[in-house]
């Protein structure tokens, strides 16, 4: 949070299937699984590309969460199917050590292509669609805090488990940098 680059709005993606294109997506994936992150944003690895990678089988970020699938989404496009929104914390790889309390809405349909140009379309609500917003408001340069509607709700992850609002990060989570 501070880098310029992570305040801009991306550009759409022109050509799939290409090994660019491939190689920023097998980045992204390393980059994630290497910061144990639900998703991440091209902006992110500092390429101003509208690309995201989400997903996982079991996150020990987020050990309530159920299973999101395992996606390379270019261009991705969302509409809230409803006016519903719901709060949920939220962290950020690029916001590291704090969370957050985040209005989204609940269920969404997002649409884009997969790294080859097959589109994809799904209906998804819940923690899925939580994901999905936040890895593409960084394609627009927005980090979830200007998305909070409570600074009271905002905190570092220490001082968040301490107090009980959070609970304690599994013993592979270092609370310092998550
Ligand atoms: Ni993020």
């Given amino acids: 949070m501070g880098d310029p680059r992570l305040r801009l709005k991306a550009a759409e993606v022109d050509l799939f299937d290409t090994p660019e294109l491939h190689a920023l997506v097998a980045d992204l994936w390393e980059t994630m699984a290497a910061e144990s992150g639900a998703g991440l944003a091209a902006p992110q690895v500092g390429v101003p590309l509208r690309v995201v990678v989400f997903g996982y089988q079991e ?36 916001v590291p050590g704090l969370r957050g309390l985040v209005p989204r809405y609940t269920r969404i349909r997002y649409s884009g292509h997969d790294p080859h140009g097959q589109s994809i379309e799904r209906e998804v609500d819940g923690f899925h669609a939580r994901v999905v917003q936040h890895e593409c408001d960084h394609l627009d340069g927005i980090l979830y805090p200007q998305r909070m509607t409570d600074l009271a709700r905002f905190g570092f992850i220490e001082e968040l488990v301490a107090s009980g609002t959070l609970e304690a990060p599994l013993p592979c989570e270092d609370p310092r940098d998550p």
């Fill in 59 to 94: 996150n020990p970020r987020y050990p309530d969460a159920p299973p999101v699938p395992e996606t390379a989404l270019v261009n991705p496009v969302i509409e809230p199917l409803d006016d519903v929104m719901e709060e949920g914390w939220e962290g950020c790889l690029s």
